[in-house]
């Protein structure tokens, strides 16, 4: 009886999760779920928007081997991940320390910060690629202020990358915000200790803020690893060639074709679904590895305190 | 109470009757067929099109004409893929009527009584598949050397007729001032994918042979190593690059052939209306040949009307299609744009008088040297890579040679 | 002797503070450069635009590319578009996300634990997987060219906000909600009058981040909508550099208009976007 009571207790309670939880299962199943299985499906096959798929086998995959774009987009991508994240990450951190400063109008100093993130990357694009233009653009200007080597930021070659870079690092602030609060969930009684031992605010910073604020920073590596991995409006718009109707490279010597352009192309361009599809797939191969190297690392340098 | 019942009973009995009247007023208007053409156009060239599209309405009662600039060309594509098209005819380029009628979103035309006499074979073999006509041209563009007069004769330099006095030219037109820094350069190229294949052709090279790309045809592999060599070897990679991205945009009041940033360019005819626009001193010459034979070869390109196979309406988009390129219409609009006309008998027609210098790009339209890419499934692809090539060659990242070859072995995955 | 000794003190702090604010000064002014760059330019008579080397202010102020910009785009129809596709994928996310996030943070079934790793897994997912499925699916039911692939999706709740107001919900204590229920009231009534005014700032946060990101959006309104009239102003800015070549003036007037409504929402919601932020922190 008890037991009959209890099973009947659980079924109402799944059905009350599930009521509740309704629309993102669907969601789940719909927009997830299938579309998941679609791709991989379609991976395997060679179709457009406008015929019907047909089973190719692996031709895909081993097309994928052989095809050096594929290679300099991933190279481009990874290139891209693997300095913008740390450079993120180290820009966050400083920038967050700054706005923990106890200063007048805190509020107006974070809103600046974030502003550049609230900005449509289209009009981001557009802007820099102003800013960036070797002649008229200030970033050169600034730089010859300083007395630094200008870049030919948008016809370089070995630039075009950093210039997707600095675009990226704009939108910082998000992140600076994060371990902002991060920060002041630190307890002070921590640093008045240390200080009493006479630590400097380096050695305060190592032995208490880094590993204080380690699992958000797991957690954003992980969100901008993913963020980077994708990057595709910043470049399609830096490298979009205007006022003629003639095909360009994406970037100077291709530097700007990430993978989620050269997809695109594939796609929508080439109109090569199954060869798009299959690139998916790698992509998400890849996201994953990444994801599962970053949280089994962690547990050498991510420090769960008692909090 | 009595009154207002019998005043409110008139007057909706009159309103009835007003109603049924405008009504029955309305019955041909509605019969009307609606018929939206979504163009790439834009700017000037969009308001050229309006025009036309209002005359259009204006000479008949039975299609409304509708224009829409609509200048993305993955957007095109994409709403080409849903089950009710979004327009009835549009525009493109002859390089992707091959993919696309493979695809079968382009109406074949063969049916509907299109007269084909008059259009230059040249152009017609970019848009015919397996005898099928798949697209019209409305205009073509051919590619011709234009030059700076007054740089040329600052420079004592003659417009050069032969290969050797182009590479000669060059040499005297780039100048580098005393800090290194480059500050002209002899040819510009306002499109590198447009010079490049133009020189292929000047070298007696094609790009496509026998239904097969040949992007290392031995003339193909001579216009890129003189493009190299002449361009930007003598300066390097990077001087012209750093050179190039201060450049005004193209054909705006700061375009850089206007002032003065190079000296010649391989460019289209439309630049024959926005440099006497620009009231600047120019000249014109057939792209010199690497023998007198080929002396202004040079490729044709078009730009082309079609039917998407999920347009609306498509019989009364094939009539907009006739309007639009019978002979007085595609004067008009080829005259507007300053394009060439698509028809043989407009190459004699004198509307394009005006247009200073327009003889030499006309008369590429019946010159046997005159290349156009056909119809073949690759050609968007192919294209893509060609200019990456191009690229990585201008950049100094890649060797002539090594660039086509590359292409060439990516060639080898089109088919599949 | 102390009277020194403090002076000196203050002094150093008064540097020290300083210092602060110059620094703090710096770091704004990296991010709000290129923000005065394209306003100024937007205000710039064409021929000063293209100046080696540029210069910041213009001689003379000119509205010429706002008129421009707006005559040669349907500014105001874009504007609409967007704000009624950002407006209904708001009100998706306010009722989809907060009715998951609830059932994940404070009910008790079996499965719910499956169901939350997977919202933490699909926020990892990159979208070009999903990307040509869902159009296909879309087109199949022929709503391409509709603003339904935009806007059904908030409906069916969003990940990253279904885990943000989770992790909110997770703070209410259960005795609140065991209070109410000895009450005898509803799961549904005790969802409407307790838990969503308690979870109004992290709704607030949902709400102005998707608003923003609907916003910007760029991938999305330019695979989906084939029409002009139903562009978004992303959509609308892009064509805009393809039909009338790079002017520049008016393409930085075109900007800012488009960012205008943005930084409005975000002045108007500042406080609890920021809430909203640190709340996504990992807790």
């Not at chain 1, 999760?17 to 791709?39: D, Q």
């Not at chain 1, 951190?93 to 106890?102: M, Q």
């Not at chain 1, 901008?224 to 003629?244: C, E, N, R, W, Y």
């Not at chain 2, 079609?306 to 639009?324: M, R, S």
């Amino acid at each position: 009886m008890a037991a009959r009571n209890s099973m009947a207790k659980d079924g109402r309670a799944l059905l009350k999760g599930l009521a509740f939880a309704s629309p993102f299962v669907v969601g789940l199943l719909v927009l997830y779920a299938y579309p998941i299985l679609a791709s991989g499906y379609y991976s395997f096959t060679d179709f457009s928007l406008f015929k019907a798929p047909r089973w190719v086998g692996f031709a895909n995959y081993e097309r994928m081997l052989a095809d050096a774009k594929f290679w300099h987009a991933l190279y481009n991508t990874l290139f891209f991940t693997f300095v913008g994240v740390p450079v993120d990450i180290a820009i966050s951190l400083a920038g967050a320390h700054i706005l923990n400063f106890k200063l007048r109008g805190q509020s107006l100093w974070r809103a600046l910060v974030y502003l550049p993130s609230i900005v449509p990357v289209v009009a981001a694009g557009f802007l820099w690629r102003w800013l960036l233009n070797a002649q008229y653009g200030f970033v050169n200007e600034i730089l010859r202020w300083f007395g630094i080597p200008q870049p030919n930021w948008l016809l370089d070659p070995s630039w075009g990358g950093i210039a997707v870079i600095i675009i990226m690092l704009w939108t910082v602030g998000g992140t600076m915000l994060i371990y902002l609060a991060a920060l002041k969930d630190v307890p002070v009684d921590l640093y008045e200790a240390a200080e009493l031992d006479g630590a400097s605010h380096w050695q305060r910073f190592v032995d208490i803020t880094w590993p204080m604020v380690s699992p958000v920073t797991l957690f954003q590596v992980i969100v901008l690893a993913i963020a980077f991995l994708q990057i595709f409006t910043q470049p399609f718009v830096l490298s979009k060639d205007p006022g003629l109707t003639t095909q360009s490279a994406v970037g100077p010597g291709d530097s700007m074709l990430t993978y989620a352009i050269y997809l695109f192309q594939n796609a929508f361009m080439f109109l090569k679904m199954g060869y798009a599809s299959a690139m998916a797939w790698v992509m998400l191969l890849v996201t994953l590895a990444i994801t599962l190297l970053l949280l089994w690392s962690s547990k050498k340098w991510v420090f769960y305190g008692n909090r | 109470m009595q009154p207002f019942v019998y005043g409110a009973l008139r007057g909706g009995v009159i309103g009835m009757a007003a109603a049924m009247a405008i009504g029955l007023a309305a019955v041909p208007a509605q019969a009307q067929t609606k018929v939206t053409f979504s163009y790439l156009w834009g700017g000037a060239e969009g308001q050229a099109l309006e025009q036309i599209i209002s005359d259009f309405n204006a000479s008949q009662s039975d299609i409304v004409l509708e224009g829409v600039s609509s200048p993305d060309m993955t957007k095109q594509l994409a709403s080409m893929s849903s089950a009710r098209g979004a327009f009835d005819i549009s525009d493109n380029f002859a390089g992707n009527v091959a993919a696309w009628a493979d695809q079968g979103i382009l109406l074949p035309l063969n049916d509907y009584d299109i007269d084909l006499s008059d259009f230059p074979d040249s152009v017609m073999n970019q848009l015919t598949v397996d005898g099928q006509v798949y697209s019209m041209p409305i205009a073509t563009h051919t590619y011709q050397l234009i030059y700076n007069k007054k740089l040329l004769d600052e420079a004592g330099v003659a417009p050069p007729t032969t290969m050797d006095e182009l590479a000669d030219a060059i040499k005297k037109l780039t100048k580098v001032d005393a800090d290194g820094n480059v500050t002209q350069i002899g040819l510009g190229s306002p499109s590198l994918d447009n010079s490049i294949k133009t020189l292929g052709y000047a070298f007696g090279g094609d790009w496509n042979r026998d239904g097969k790309p040949t992007p290392t045809d031995p003339g193909a592999v001579e216009a890129v190593q003189f493009f190299y060599d002449n361009v930007i070897a003598p300066i390097g990679p990077e001087a012209y690059n750093r050179f190039v991205a201060g450049f005004g945009p193209y054909m705006s009041d700061q375009d850089p052939f206007v002032r003065g940033k190079y000296a010649m360019a391989i460019d289209g005819e439309w630049r024959a209306k926005f440099n006497q626009e620009a009231g600047m001193d120019w000249g014109v010459v057939p792209v010199p040949g690497k023998t007198a034979d080929l002396n202004g070869a040079t490729g044709v390109d078009a730009s082309t009307l079609f039917i998407p196979t999920n347009a609306p309406n498509k019989e009364a988009a094939v009539v907009v299609l006739k309007y639009l390129t019978s002979p007085p219409v595609m004067e008009k609009f080829s005259h507007v744009l300053g394009n060439l006309p698509a028809r043989k008998s407009l190459a004699e027609s004198t509307a394009y008088n005006d247009l200073p210098h327009f003889d030499v790009w006309l008369s590429a339209l019946t010159n046997p040297n005159t290349h156009g890419l056909p119809a073949v499934l690759y050609m968007a692809e192919y294209n893509t890579d060609l200019v990456s090539a191009f690229d990585a060659v201008a950049q100094g990242i890649q060797t002539p040679e090594a660039a086509l070859q590359s292409v060439a072995d990516r060639t080898a995955s089109y088919m599949q | 002797m102390a009277t020194v000794e403090a002076n000196r003190f203050l002094t150093r702090h008064q540097i020290g503070q300083g210092l602060r604010y110059l620094l703090a000064f710096g770091l704004a002014a990296v991010f709000v450069f290129p923000f005065i760059v394209m306003l100024l330019t937007a205000f710039k008579p064409n021929n000063e635009i293209f100046t080696a080397p540029p210069v910041l202010l213009p001689s003379r102020w000119t509205l010429e590319h706002f008129a421009t910009a707006l005559n040669q785009f349907p500014f105001w129809r874009y504007l609409v578009n967007t704000l009624f596709i950002a407006g209904m994928s708001v009100l998706g996310t306010l009722v989809a996300s907060p009715l998951v996030a609830y059932s994940l943070a404070k009910l008790k079934w079996p499965g719910r634990q499956v169901v939350f790793i997977a919202v933490l897994a699909t926020m990892m997912l990159p979208p070009q997987v999903t990307l040509i499925p869902i159009y296909m699916m879309w087109n199949g039911i022929g709503a391409t060219d509709s603003y339904l692939p935009l806007i059904v999706p908030a409906f069916l709740g969003t990940p990253f906000f279904i885990f943000l107001i989770r992790q909110f919900l997770m703070s209410i204590p259960n005795e609140l909600i065991e209070a109410a229920k000895m009450d005898g009231a509803s799961e549904l009534w005790i969802y409407w009058d307790i838990v969503l005014p308690i979870a109004r700032p992290a709704l607030v946060a949902s709400a102005v981040f998707q608003f923003v990101w609907t916003w910007t959006d760029f991938l999305n309104p330019l695979i989906y909508l084939n029409d002009d009239k139903s562009y978004t102003l992303s959509i609308g800015l892009y064509s805009f550099l393809g039909a009338h070549g790079v002017q520049w003036g008016a393409l930085m007037a075109a900007c800012v208009l488009f960012t205008l409504p943005a930084i409005f929402i975000f002045i108007f919601g500042q406080r609890y976007f920021m809430g909203g932020i640190a709340a996504g922190a990992l807790k």
